[in-house]
C-alpha cells in the first residue's frame, strides 16, 4: 500500500545524545516535511524539502537537521542542541507542491531520559 | 503573520447531535482552508478543502463552510457517532506561493452514546 512510514514509533534519548527519525515514502510525492507537535497543541513546522538536494528550515529549525538525497526518504536528526527535544514528530508529503494536501505518517514519539 | 484560533476545549456533544467547531483566523484571507482529523497517537488525516470562491462543501456527513467575510470557517458532523470523536485541525494556505500551510491547534470533538 501507497503511504508514508516513520520509524521508530517511540525512542528514547539520553541528555547530549543526536537521534535520527527515519521517513519514507512510496507516493511518488515532491515536498516532504517534517512537523512537531507537543501535548494539546498545534503543529509546528521544522524543514521542508520541495526537491531532492534542496531543503528549507521552518517555523522551529533550531537544533534539528535533515537531508534528502532521495524522494522517497526525508530524516530528520534531533541534535543535542535542541534543549527540549520530548514531543510527537510527523513526517508528511504532498504532490507537486507545498501548497496541497498534506499526507501524515503516523509519527514518532521521542522522550529524553 | 497569520493567527488562527480554534476552541481549545473539547466539545462533548450526544450521539446523533450535529457538531460544530469553529475555525477563526485573522490578517491574509486565504485561498483556501483544509479541514483534517486527527486520531490520539496517530498522523492527521484530511478531510475536507474549501475554496474562498465556495460557501460550503459537503462529503457524506461532513459539511465546511468558508465566511471570508466574518473570517471563518464552520464544521459540521450530522447525525454523529462515538467513532467521530477525535480532534479536528483547519488549516490555511500561505498568502504567498513558497510558504507553508497554516494549522490551528485543533478542537477535540467527544461524542457520547
Known amino acids: 500500500d501507497g503511504g508514508i512510514t516513520q520509524s521508530p514509533k517511540y525512542l528514547f534519548r539520553k541528555e547530549g545524545q543526536n537521534v535520527t527519525l527515519s521517513c519514507e515514502q512510496n507516493l511518488n510525492h515532491d515536498a516532504m516535511y517534517w512537523y512537531r507537535q507537543d501535548p494539546g497543541q498545534g503543529l509546528r513546522l521544522i524543514y521542508y524539502s520541495q526537491i531532492v538536494n534542496d531543503f528549507q528550515k521552518g517555523d522551529i529549525a533550531e537544533g534539528y537537521s535533515v537531508s534528502r538525497e532521495k524522494k522517497e526518504s526525508f530524516p530528520l536528526t534531533v541534535t543535542s542542541a535542541q534543549k527540549n527535544p520530548t514531543a510527537f514528530y510527523l513526517c508528511?508529503?504532498?504532490?507537486?507542491?507545498?501548497?496541497?494536501?498534506?499526507?501524515f505518517g503516523e509519527g514518532s514519539w521521542l522522550t529524553v531520559v | 503573520s497569520q493567527k488562527i484560533e480554534q476552541n481549545s476545549e473539547a466539545l462533548n456533544i450526544q450521539e446523533g447531535k450535529t457538531a460544530t467547531l469553529t475555525c477563526n483566523y485573522t490578517?491574509?484571507?486565504?485561498?483556501?482552508l483544509q479541514w483534517y482529523r486527527q486520531d490520539p497517537g496517530r498522523g492527521p488525516v484530511f478531510l475536507l478543502l474549501i475554496r474562498e470562491n465556495e460557501k460550503e462543501k459537503r462529503k457524506e456527513r461532513l459539511k465546511v463552510t468558508f465566511d471570508t467575510t466574518l473570517k471563518q470557517s464552520l464544521f459540521h458532523i450530522t447525525a454523529s457517532q462515538p467513532a467521530d470523536s477525535a480532534t479536528y485541525l483547519c488549516?490555511?494556505?500561505?498568502?504567498?506561493?513558497?510558504?507553508?500551510?497554516?494549522f490551528g491547534g485543533g478542537t477535540r470533538l467527544m461524542v457520547k452514546p
Open positions: 490578517n491574509y484571507s486565504p485561498a483556501y
Open positions: 508528511a508529503s504532498s504532490i507537486g507542491g507545498i501548497r496541497n494536501t498534506i499526507y
Open positions: 488549516a490555511l494556505d500561505p498568502p504567498q506561493a513558497g510558504n507553508m500551510l497554516t
